[in-house]
């Protein structure tokens, strides 16, 4: 990939368990779409996942995971940028000067914060709390315009974009004021089990996530025993949280509009329905599957895959870092 006057675009997730349909809905499947119009840079989060306890030799296959799962999504490895996190120091550096352009306050105020210190009481560490510090580190390294991800991570876009502007103001223009990029439908897709609720890689309630390595008879049992309604109408509306969550899904994946699956379902209750919806998912992800297993089965390319991506998010992490330090009035 040349980096030619084409805008900027990063985005990640991190590698605590594996990929969900909502990380794939959500960031992922719209990832592969910017890849021809921008320079694309994507990032394996490892470093954020700390968050987290985390075994080193489970952490370790996990994030070799992770990758075979981003390629295996059909992500081009020629044409975006793809790495680990902790591959690129840079990252720790300018997390460490962005955390003293950030105030407490700000970070009080983020949702994410509240709800994972209130989901791991036991572990309610500093770097959950400066988590989106790093973020914002990661962001504004690669001079982004814009970062693809899911609803829930607006917020920390926010706050990324207010740190850039502090920072520009007080030492110059340094960083591109980052927009976020969030597709109209699908930016939140909910547990199976609770439709009320966000479907999250961690949750405690496996039936609830699919994940995209779950085996065909799993996607199906998940989605035949998802939490509905006594409505019996397949409708799009949040009265009836979990159908509505069912036809997202099924729009995003078919590019079907939801006024059209309302009207193919109209009079038919809700078990053909979600064999429907079943079948999709299953179909979907069947080129994904296979895709994993000849790459995990490949590791070599994996590592000629990483250790690329980092030479090369390094070199334009590396030009930002020159032109921070020096505005800053760091010694040479
Ligand atoms: N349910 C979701 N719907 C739509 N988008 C989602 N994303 C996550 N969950 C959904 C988007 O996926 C990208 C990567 O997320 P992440 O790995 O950084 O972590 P997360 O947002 O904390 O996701 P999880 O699955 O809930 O992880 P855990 O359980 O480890 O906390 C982001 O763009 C996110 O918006």
């Not at 994030?63 to 020629?78: R, V």
């Amino acid at each position: 990939m040349s980096m030619d006057n084409k805008k900027m675009i990063f985005s990640g997730a991190q590698p605590t368990g594996s990929l969900t349909m909502g990380n794939y809905i959500g960031a992922i499947k719209n990832w592969k779409a910017l890849e021809d119009e921008y320079n694309c840079i994507y990032s394996i989060v490892d470093l954020h996942s700390l968050t987290a306890r985390q075994d080193p030799k489970k952490f370790k296959e996990m994030c070799i995971s992770f990758l075979a799962q981003y390629l295996a999504c059909g992500l081009d490895a020629k044409k975006n940028i793809i790495f680990f996190q902790s591959h690129v120091r840079q990252h720790t550096e300018l997390a460490w000067i962005l955390s003293c352009h950030t105030y407490l306050g700000e970070l009080n105020r983020m949702t994410q914060f509240k709800e994972k210190s209130e989901k791991h009481r036991e572990n309610i560490n500093a770097g959950l709390f400066t988590y989106p510090v790093l973020q914002a580190a990661d962001i504004l390294l690669y001079q982004t315009s814009k970062v693809p991800v899911g609803e829930d991570q607006k917020q920390h876009l926010e706050l990324s974009r207010d740190i850039a502007i502090r920072f520009n103001n007080t030492y110059g223009e340094i960083f591109v004021v980052p927009e976020h990029h969030i597709p109209k439908i699908g930016a939140k897709i909910m547990s199976l089990q609770e439709p009320n609720k966000k479907m999250s890689k961690s949750d405690e309630n496996m039936n609830g996530t699919i994940f995209l390595m779950d085996t065909e008879q799993v996607t199906l049992k998940k989605i035949k025993r998802a939490v509905t309604d006594d409505r019996g109408k397949v409708a799009y509306n949040d009265e009836q949280l979990g159908i509505k969550n069912l036809m997202t899904i099924y729009s995003t994946l078919t590019k079907e509009c939801v006024e059209k699956i309302e009207e193919k379902y109209a009079g038919k209750g809700y078990g053909a329905f979600k064999k429907d919806v079943a079948e999709i998912v299953i179909e979907h992800l069947r080129p994904f599957r296979a895709k994993y297993a000849e790459l995990m089965n490949n590791r070599e390319c994996l590592v000629d895959v990483y250790k690329e991506g980092a030479e090369r998010a390094e070199e334009i992490a590396e030009k930002t870092m020159k032109k921070v330090r020096d505005n800053i009035g760091f010694i040479k």
